[in-house]
């Protein structure tokens, strides 16, 4: 069983930054796809970025880009989520996810929640305004 554990959450004005990790088990981390996604309250899942088995493609909502970078380091079995220029509408309860492969197709293919085998129990972004 794949265990996924998020880090990194809390309080932040708008404009400041986060960087959240997502740790986790497994001796082929590499081998799969992960991903960043966001609950808000009274919303639904939405996905925010994702990146490949290898590091070398990385995927991104558009109200996200050019502000959030998604990385990972294979050495350490963990993929990090950088959130620059935060705004209060980036509140939400922020989870990893592994893919069921090693890479996308396309944003489009990476962004639906059935290509995700597991998931972390998320950590809380608040932004202040």
């Known amino acids: 069983q794949v265990q996924l554990v998020e880090s990194g959450g809390g309080l932040v004005q708008a404009g400041g930054s986060l960087r959240l990790s997502c740790a986790a088990s497994?001796?082929?981390?590499?081998?799969?796809?992960m991903a960043w996604f966001r609950q808000a309250p009274g919303k639904e899942r939405e996905f925010v970025a994702a990146?490949?088995?290898?590091?070398?493609?990385?995927y991104y909502a558009d109200d996200v880009t050019g502000r959030f970078t998604i990385s990972r380091d294979n050495t350490k079995n963990t993929v990090y989520l950088q959130m620059n220029s935060l705004k209060p509408e980036d509140t939400a309860v922020y989870s990893c996810?592994?893919?069921?492969?090693?890479?996308?197709?396309?944003?489009?293919?990476?962004?639906?929640?059935?290509?995700?085998?597991?998931w972390g129990q998320g950590t809380q972004v608040t932004v202040s305004s």
């Open positions: 996810a592994r893919a069921r492969g090693a890479i996308f197709i396309s944003t489009g293919q990476a962004l639906g929640t059935i290509q995700y085998a597991y």
């Open positions: 497994g001796r082929t981390f590499s081998s799969y796809a």
């Open positions: 990146i490949s088995g290898g590091g070398g493609k990385t």
